[in-house]
């Protein structure tokens, strides 16, 4: 007979593949291609964006896949947003940036690295580097040659021009109930703080699944290694504990949007460990190939009430 376990390790790797994975490359209307460096480092562009904002117009060229998603998580675009990548377990995503000035001529550069500030710098021999052939505020197309003393590029690109500030999440609005995806954050909610364990288990990912439960992992010479789960190391109490921790009393959708296998759903709620404070959020829901919906991500926002400390 085979080891309950041992069949869900075997299922596992078969509903994983079913989950919705990130979008690796550009959208379609985004184009660009090309490299850039530093020195000795030389990175092939993967990905662009043009973003127009308090500092001026900025194109920016990077080494990974932007992570599109949190651009309209709150359906507002930031400075920060831009700074989030896919794969980027290491912090490292080299980024090389322009500055534009009124007339669409190269006004400064930096060369980021990770998630911390880079300074702006001025090459005069680099005022002659960004030749344009479209720019009208909505498209900006064009090339980028540079050979600086610091950093170097050689990119073609045709872009449109983002916005810092509101921006539109894709898709259509969800229905007022939050249709299939706000039911299952609901339910996920209600079964939380009612204590209901075996609802919770089955409102999961297959990956929160296997670390709730316990998991098999298999190394490189074929060994088999059970990890156990936080259910077996901390009890059920305590899990539904951090679990309240993570998750707020979710009690109204209030918004939201559905693109294919994404969806963000904004929801009204409150704190429930310490207090009860009152939330808004939003929760990032991906659907996988079965037709479940999955939380990605859940952000939440405290609410200042009239008369509140902020």
């Known amino acids: 007979m085979i080891h309950p376990r041992l069949l869900l390790a075997i299922a596992l790797p078969v509903l994983c593949s079913a989950c919705?994975?990130?979008v690796r490359e550009m959208p379609p209307d985004h184009v660009?291609?090309?490299e850039f460096g530093n020195g000795d480092n030389a990175w092939r562009l993967r990905d662009a964006a043009a973003v127009n904002g308090p500092e001026g117009l900025i194109l920016i060229f990077t080494r990974l896949t932007f992570d599109r998603k949190k651009w309209v998580q709150d359906a507002q675009l930031t400075y920060d947003d831009l700074t989030h990548f896919l794969d980027n377990e290491v912090d490292y995503a080299p980024e090389l940036d322009i500055k534009l000035n009124a007339d669409g001529g190269y006004a400064a550069h930096r060369l980021v690295y990770a998630q911390y500030?880079?300074?702006w710098r001025v090459d005069?021999?680099?005022e002659h580097g960004v030749s344009l052939r479209v720019n009208d505020g909505r498209r900006i197309a064009g090339t980028l040659h540079f050979d600086g003393?610091?950093?170097f590029?050689?990119?073609d690109f045709d872009l449109p021009v983002l916005t810092i500030g509101p921006t539109p999440r894709p898709g259509v609005p969800l229905p007022a109930d939050g249709g299939a995806p706000g039911h299952t954050l609901l339910a996920r909610s209600d079964a939380i703080y009612n204590g209901d364990l075996d609802r919770l288990l089955s409102l999961l990912s297959p990956e929160e699944y296997s670390h709730a439960v316990g998991h098999y992992k298999y190394d490189s010479d074929d060994i088999v290694d059970y990890a156990p789960g936080d259910l077996e190391q901390s009890g059920a109490s305590f899990y539904l504990l951090k679990q309240r921790m993570d998750t707020p009393r979710i009690r109204r959708i209030t918004g939201g949007s559905v693109d294919g296998t994404t969806a963000w759903v904004?929801?009204?709620g409150s704190e429930e460990i310490i207090g009860h404070d009152p939330v808004t959020g939003t929760a990032l829901m991906t659907q996988d190939k079965r037709g479940h919906w999955w939380?990605?991500?859940?952000?939440?926002?405290s609410q200042v009430t009239s008369g509140a400390d902020e």
Do not use: M
Not at 295 to 301: A, S, Y
């Open 295 to 301: 939380i990605e991500e859940l952000t939440t926002q």
């Open 124 to 126: 005069p021999a680099l």
């Open 20 to 22: 919705a994975l990130p």
């Open 266 to 268: 904004d929801f009204e």
């Open 117 to 119: 500030g880079a300074t």
């Open 149 to 151: 003393q610091r950093s």
């Open 153 to 155: 590029a050689a990119i």
């Open 32 to 34: 660009a291609a090309g």
